[in-house]
Protein backbone atom coordinates (compact mmCIF):
# COMPACT_ATOMS: atom_id res chain seq x y z
CA UNK A 1 0.00 0.00 0.00
CA UNK A 2 2.67 2.47 0.70
CA UNK A 3 4.71 1.35 -2.68
CA UNK A 4 1.23 2.34 -4.47
CA UNK A 5 0.89 5.97 -2.49
CA UNK A 6 4.74 6.39 -2.94
CA UNK A 7 4.35 5.84 -6.93
CA UNK A 8 1.00 8.15 -7.07
CA UNK A 9 3.13 10.72 -5.00
CA UNK A 10 5.81 10.89 -7.79
CA UNK A 11 3.45 10.74 -10.68
CA UNK A 12 1.56 13.83 -8.93
CA UNK A 13 5.14 15.89 -8.25
CA UNK A 14 6.29 15.00 -12.22
CA UNK A 15 2.53 16.42 -13.42
CA UNK A 16 3.41 19.37 -11.25
CA UNK A 17 7.34 19.75 -12.54
CA UNK A 18 6.45 19.05 -16.31
CA UNK A 19 3.89 21.98 -16.39
CA UNK A 20 7.40 23.97 -15.74
CA UNK A 21 8.75 24.88 -19.54
CA UNK A 22 12.70 24.19 -19.74
CA UNK A 23 14.37 27.03 -20.99
CA UNK A 24 17.79 28.45 -21.17
CA UNK A 25 19.76 31.58 -22.34
CA UNK A 26 19.80 33.01 -25.44
CA UNK A 27 22.74 32.94 -28.16
CA UNK A 28 24.03 35.91 -28.93
CA UNK A 29 24.14 36.17 -32.05
CA UNK A 30 20.04 35.96 -32.11
CA UNK A 31 19.95 38.68 -28.94
CA UNK A 32 21.56 40.99 -31.20
CA UNK A 33 18.75 40.43 -33.38
CA UNK A 34 16.17 41.52 -30.92
CA UNK A 35 17.98 44.14 -28.55
CA UNK A 36 19.66 47.58 -29.42
CA UNK A 37 22.79 48.43 -27.96
CA UNK A 38 21.76 50.93 -25.24
CA UNK A 39 18.94 48.45 -23.69
CA UNK A 40 19.67 46.77 -20.05
CA UNK A 41 18.90 42.99 -20.92
CA UNK A 42 16.56 42.40 -17.85
CA UNK A 43 16.09 38.64 -18.76
CA UNK A 44 16.70 36.70 -22.04
CA UNK A 45 15.24 33.03 -22.47
CA UNK A 46 14.32 30.30 -25.27
CA UNK A 47 11.67 27.75 -24.56
CA UNK A 48 10.09 25.40 -26.76
CA UNK A 49 6.29 24.88 -27.33
CA UNK A 50 3.93 24.03 -30.08
CA UNK A 51 4.95 27.45 -32.06
CA UNK A 52 8.62 25.75 -32.03
CA UNK A 53 11.10 27.78 -30.86
CA UNK A 54 10.66 30.63 -28.89
CA UNK A 55 12.38 33.42 -27.49
CA UNK A 56 11.67 36.19 -24.36
CA UNK A 57 13.59 39.26 -24.20
CA UNK A 58 12.93 42.11 -20.91
CA UNK A 59 15.11 45.08 -21.33
CA UNK A 60 14.98 48.48 -19.68
CA UNK A 61 15.71 51.61 -21.45
CA UNK A 62 17.30 54.40 -19.53
CA UNK A 63 17.52 58.50 -19.86
CA UNK A 64 18.70 61.11 -17.47
CA UNK A 65 19.46 64.52 -17.05
CA UNK A 66 20.63 66.22 -13.75
CA UNK A 67 16.95 67.23 -12.86
CA UNK A 68 15.21 63.69 -14.07
CA UNK A 69 14.97 60.39 -14.82
CA UNK A 70 13.49 58.11 -17.77
CA UNK A 71 12.63 54.50 -18.21
CA UNK A 72 10.98 52.22 -20.57
CA UNK A 73 10.45 48.64 -20.49
CA UNK A 74 10.23 46.65 -23.44
CA UNK A 75 9.15 42.87 -22.86
CA UNK A 76 8.97 40.97 -26.69
CA UNK A 77 8.11 37.55 -27.28
CA UNK A 78 9.02 36.18 -30.74
CA UNK A 79 8.90 32.78 -32.55
CA UNK A 80 11.59 31.53 -35.01
CA UNK A 81 10.18 30.26 -38.30
CA UNK A 82 11.50 27.71 -40.47
CA UNK A 83 13.44 29.96 -42.50
CA UNK A 84 15.14 31.21 -39.21
CA UNK A 85 13.42 34.58 -39.46
CA UNK A 86 11.84 35.86 -36.50
CA UNK A 87 8.17 36.91 -35.97
CA UNK A 88 6.67 38.86 -33.05
CA UNK A 89 4.12 37.66 -31.44
CA UNK A 90 3.68 40.03 -28.76
CA UNK A 91 5.09 42.92 -27.15
CA UNK A 92 4.56 44.77 -23.73
CA UNK A 93 5.69 48.91 -23.62
CA UNK A 94 5.19 50.81 -20.81
CA UNK A 95 7.38 54.03 -19.46
CA UNK A 96 7.71 56.08 -16.77
CA UNK A 97 8.64 60.00 -18.21
CA UNK A 98 10.76 62.41 -16.56
CA UNK A 99 10.38 61.92 -13.05
CA UNK A 100 12.07 64.36 -10.44
CA UNK A 101 12.52 62.26 -7.45
CA UNK A 102 12.86 58.16 -7.68
CA UNK A 103 11.89 56.44 -10.91
CA UNK A 104 10.51 52.98 -9.93
CA UNK A 105 10.17 51.56 -13.41
CA UNK A 106 11.60 48.10 -12.40
CA UNK A 107 10.74 44.81 -14.20
CA UNK A 108 10.80 42.02 -11.76
CA UNK A 109 12.99 39.05 -13.16
CA UNK A 110 12.36 36.58 -9.74
CA UNK A 111 8.39 36.61 -11.08
CA UNK A 112 8.79 35.00 -14.50
CA UNK A 113 7.30 32.14 -15.19
CA UNK A 114 6.79 30.12 -18.22
CA UNK A 115 4.57 27.05 -17.70
CA UNK A 116 1.61 24.94 -19.66
CA UNK A 117 -0.72 24.80 -16.59
CA UNK A 118 -3.65 24.51 -19.33
CA UNK A 119 -1.73 22.06 -20.92
CA UNK A 120 -2.72 23.25 -24.40
CA UNK A 121 1.28 22.94 -25.74
CA UNK A 122 1.66 26.87 -25.74
CA UNK A 123 3.70 27.95 -22.97
CA UNK A 124 1.92 31.18 -20.54
CA UNK A 125 4.72 33.97 -19.85
CA UNK A 126 3.69 35.56 -16.63
CA UNK A 127 5.65 38.42 -15.10
CA UNK A 128 5.31 41.01 -13.07
CA UNK A 129 6.57 44.54 -13.11
CA UNK A 130 6.03 48.48 -10.80
CA UNK A 131 6.30 51.78 -12.06
CA UNK A 132 6.35 54.53 -10.30
CA UNK A 133 7.89 58.31 -9.14
CA UNK A 134 8.82 58.51 -5.54
CA UNK A 135 10.94 59.59 -2.92
CA UNK A 136 8.91 58.15 -0.23
CA UNK A 137 7.35 54.52 1.04
CA UNK A 138 3.84 55.48 -0.64
CA UNK A 139 2.21 52.96 -3.16
CA UNK A 140 3.19 52.65 -6.69
CA UNK A 141 1.99 50.73 -9.89
CA UNK A 142 2.36 47.17 -9.67
CA UNK A 143 0.68 45.41 -13.32
CA UNK A 144 0.73 41.54 -13.80
CA UNK A 145 0.70 40.04 -17.47
CA UNK A 146 -0.11 36.70 -19.12
CA UNK A 147 1.31 36.34 -22.72
CA UNK A 148 0.23 33.11 -24.38
CA UNK A 149 0.25 32.62 -27.46
CA UNK A 150 0.50 36.25 -28.90
CA UNK A 151 -2.82 37.11 -26.35
CA UNK A 152 -2.60 39.06 -22.96
CA UNK A 153 -4.45 39.36 -19.98
CA UNK A 154 -3.37 41.39 -17.44
CA UNK A 155 -3.81 42.59 -13.67
CA UNK A 156 -3.18 45.85 -12.45
CA UNK A 157 -3.43 47.79 -8.93
CA UNK A 158 -1.02 49.09 -6.64
CA UNK A 159 2.07 47.67 -4.57
CA UNK A 160 2.01 47.43 -0.73
CA UNK A 161 4.29 48.73 1.62
CA UNK A 162 4.44 46.86 4.63
CA UNK A 163 3.86 48.59 8.11
CA UNK A 164 1.16 51.12 6.35
CA UNK A 165 -2.17 51.05 6.36
CA UNK A 166 -2.63 51.42 2.21
CA UNK A 167 -5.91 50.17 0.69
CA UNK A 168 -5.39 46.80 -1.27
CA UNK A 169 -5.64 47.93 -4.99
CA UNK A 170 -6.04 45.01 -7.67
CA UNK A 171 -8.10 44.65 -11.07
CA UNK A 172 -8.20 42.23 -13.53
CA UNK A 173 -8.74 42.74 -16.96
CA UNK A 174 -11.64 40.57 -18.99
CA UNK A 175 -9.07 38.32 -20.71
CA UNK A 176 -7.61 37.40 -17.46
CA UNK A 177 -10.79 36.08 -16.33
CA UNK A 178 -11.72 34.34 -19.35
CA UNK A 179 -8.08 32.73 -18.50
CA UNK A 180 -8.49 28.70 -17.17
CA UNK A 181 -8.38 28.72 -13.30
CA UNK A 182 -5.43 27.12 -13.04
CA UNK A 183 -3.36 29.83 -14.51
CA UNK A 184 -5.84 32.76 -12.14
CA UNK A 185 -4.62 30.42 -9.28
CA UNK A 186 -0.79 30.81 -10.42
CA UNK A 187 -0.89 34.85 -11.13
CA UNK A 188 -3.02 35.50 -8.16
CA UNK A 189 -0.08 34.09 -6.06
CA UNK A 190 2.32 35.70 -7.68
CA UNK A 191 0.39 39.08 -7.14
CA UNK A 192 0.55 38.46 -3.21
CA UNK A 193 4.18 37.52 -3.73
CA UNK A 194 5.61 40.60 -5.21
CA UNK A 195 3.00 43.07 -4.18
CA UNK A 196 4.23 43.41 -0.81
CA UNK A 197 7.32 45.37 -0.68
CA UNK A 198 10.34 47.34 1.63
Known amino acids: MKTIALFFSLILSYNSFSQQIA ?3 IQPSVLRK ?23 VAT ?11 KAILVQHYIEKSNKKLVLL ?15 LQF ?4 LMITDLDKNKYAEITFVYK ?10 ELKLMVIENGNK ?28 KVIQDQANKLWNKFAPEF
Not at 39 to 44: M, Q, R, S, Y
Not at 60 to 70: C, F
Not at 108 to 111: D, K, N
Not at 131 to 139: A, E, L
Request: net charge negative; hydrophobic share 30%.
Open 60 to 70: TLQNRSDEWAS
Open 23 to 25: TKT
Open 153 to 180: ASIKGKTLPRGFNFPKEKVADAAFKKLP
Open 108 to 111: LTES
Open 90 to 104: RQITDKEDHCELDND
Open 131 to 140: IGCRNDVSQI
Open 34 to 56: IVSDDAIVDKALQFEDKNGKNYL
